[in-house]
């Protein structure tokens, strides 16, 4: 229509409107020019002061905006996605127009040539989670504002946040074994596979214990004798499956489950002993189950709580057959420990085999629900209410 005006103008010789009709294609033509230009050599980056916290700490994140080039931003919006779970708390941001809501953070400013401007704000993570952040998206244009553009850069970053850890106390855990029932920091065990000598038999003995060359040699019935050590070796079973009651599932007895089984494992951990955790689910990054086989390392501890902390509801396949496919690779002798809210119907059958197979067996169960049919014969915890004790230790 411009371009019509301009033509009907110059024919009728409107000088005025030639002059008008020129100057406004000549802006919007320098306007289309300054979008097109606008995102080039505009960066903008993510920075976090932390990677990993525990929850009601806060994170440090710095938004940092550079322009490296000769023409000015009259203005710039850049809009911050932020996680459920996470919250904004004390923000800064000087120089600029900023806007918190629900999901998201907004900031507008403008922005001269080859300068920059940071905003920092503080993170408060609220629940336990993995979070990976989102590219914040990046508008600018013109001076008049007709033609914006828009960008988002990738950004690598994200946040774990740890389940909360309780003391064996807090929990309501006695302190028994194989989770330590006296002062010393370690009980003295007997290795099945290191023999040291034989000794004679007693009614009290187990006949799977019988060394029968040494018996035939000596005439006389002998017992084995291991070399004593102080390595037990925990594995920790939490069944996600089993704090679904269909298709819903209880988040918070799962929750307590989850913080039930890094308590554990820190517990353990500091009295030097290996641990390891198995869980049927789909990992938030990767949507494998859970396989940590027993370790002490130092690292150990860390790999298991970014695990809790990457663990969801969903189930990658029943508890049973996951069970099954994992108890071939645990040692003998080593102690399982089942972190459940209802009780499977398979779990007296499978109580009973572990035993007869040389397995130690603690049960856990979490949440009010409470099934008084279940076998008793293993060890047997309740644990309803951690929240209700005071002393979290993160």
Not at 314 to 327: A, I, M, N, W, Y
Not at 362 to 371: K, W
Request: glycine share 6%.
């Amino acid at each position: 229509m411009l371009f019509i005006i301009l033509f009907l103008s110059a024919r009728h010789g409107q000088v005025l409107l030639v002059l008008l009709s020129s100057l406004t294609l000549s802006a919007i033509g320098f306007a289309r020019l300054w979008s097109h230009l606008s995102l080039k050599a505009l960066s903008c980056q993510l920075l976090l002061g932390e990677h990993r916290v525990f929850p009601g700490e806060r994170i440090e994140l710095k938004l940092r905006l550079v322009n490296r080039k000769p023409l000015p931003l009259p203005w710039i919006q850049v809009d911050t996605p932020v996680p459920n779970g996470l919250s904004l708390d004390d923000c800064f941001s000087p120089l600029a127009k900023n806007t918190f809501q629900h999901n998201y953070m907004s900031h507008t400013t403008p922005l001269s040539w080859y300068s920059s401007i940071n905003w920092r704000h503080q993170l408060r993570c609220d629940r336990r989670g993995y979070y990976p952040l989102k590219p914040p998206v990046v508008t600018s244009g013109d001076i008049f504002g007709l033609y914006p553009r828009s960008t988002s850069q990738f950004v690598t970053e994200n946040i774990i946040v740890y389940p909360r850890i309780f003391t064996l106390a807090q929990l309501g855990i006695p302190l028994l074994s194989p989770l330590g029932e006296t002062r010393a920091e370690r009980r003295i065990f007997e290795d099945p596979h290191q023999t040291i000598g034989v000794r004679d038999y007693t009614s009290q003995d187990s006949f799977r214990q019988i060394h029968w060359k040494a018996s035939a040699r000596r005439q006389n019935l002998a017992i084995k004798v291991f070399e004593p050590t102080t390595s037990l070796k925990i594995a920790l079973f939490l069944a996600i499956d089993s704090f679904q009651d269909g298709e819903l599932c209880n988040e918070e007895d799962l929750e307590l489950g989850i913080s039930v089984a890094a308590s554990l494992a820190n517990h353990v951990v500091q009295q030097h002993c290996p641990i390891g955790l198995f869980t049927n689910t789909c990992l938030a990054d990767t949507g494998k189950p859970i396989k940590i086989p027993p370790g002490s390392s130092r690292g150990q501890l860390v790999r298991i709580l970014e695990a809790l902390a990457k663990t969801t509801s969903l189930v990658s396949s029943p508890f049973e057959d996951f069970l099954q496919d994992e108890r071939p690779a645990l040692p003998w002798g080593t102690t399982i420990i089942f972190i459940i809210s209802r009780p499977p119907e398979f779990l007296q059958e499978l109580i009973a085999t572990l035993k007869r197979a040389g397995y130690k067996t603690i049960v856990l169960q979490i949440g009010s629900s409470q099934n008084e049919d279940s076998n008793r014969s293993a060890t047997w915890y309740s644990i309803k209410h951690a929240t209700d004790r005071a002393g979290v230790i993160a």
